[in-house]
């Protein structure tokens, strides 16, 4: 179950990345990213193997943010997340309150619920991070 607890909190973070600087925050939830690669390295069916797992995988995937790029507003509702930073800093911002924070390599963090956040890169080098979904 442990394990399981953090898979998915590892899957929500790497939803979760919405990096913008307190100017950008005010952007609209319709932004469109830049300079932001995801690749898919793992993912694992559920439907049979967990309760209420139907419809969903576990999926484990590498996101590169370009210097300047953004992963605009969104939620992890419905698919809780944990992420690592492997390289660069990301800055992440919150639509409520538009505060921001610093994320920089070797941190990890979990993102869930309805809570809207941004991912920007506002470094002259790309952010690689690692996240762990549960994506339907």
Same mark, same amino acid.
């Given at each position: ?38 690749? +898919? *390295? ?8 967990? @309760?209420? !797992?139907?419809? &969903?995988? $576990?999926?484990?995937? /590498? ?21 690592? +930073? *492997? ?8 639509? @409520?309150? !538009?505060?921001? &924070?610093? $994320?920089?390599?070797? /941190? ?29």
């Amino acid at each position: 179950m442990k394990n399981y607890k953090l898979a998915a909190t590892a899957a929500a973070l790497a939803c979760a990345l919405s990096l913008m600087s307190a100017p950008a925050a005010a952007q609209s939830a319709d932004a469109q990213r830049v300079g932001v690669n995801g690749k +898919v *390295l793992e993912s694992i069916p559920l439907a049979n193997m967990l @309760d209420g !797992g139907a419809a &969903r995988s $576990l999926r484990m995937r /590498q996101v590169t943010i370009d210097p300047g790029g953004l992963l605009p507003l969104h939620s992890h509702a419905d698919r809780p997340s944990v992420s690592y +930073v *492997l390289r660069g800093t990301v800055t992440e911002t919150f639509e @409520d309150t !538009g505060e921001s &924070r610093r $994320l920089s390599a070797g /941190q990890s963090y979990e993102t869930h619920g309805a809570r809207r956040h941004a991912l920007q890169n506002l470094e002259q080098e790309p952010a690689v991070f690692i996240e762990v979904d549960l994506p339907r």
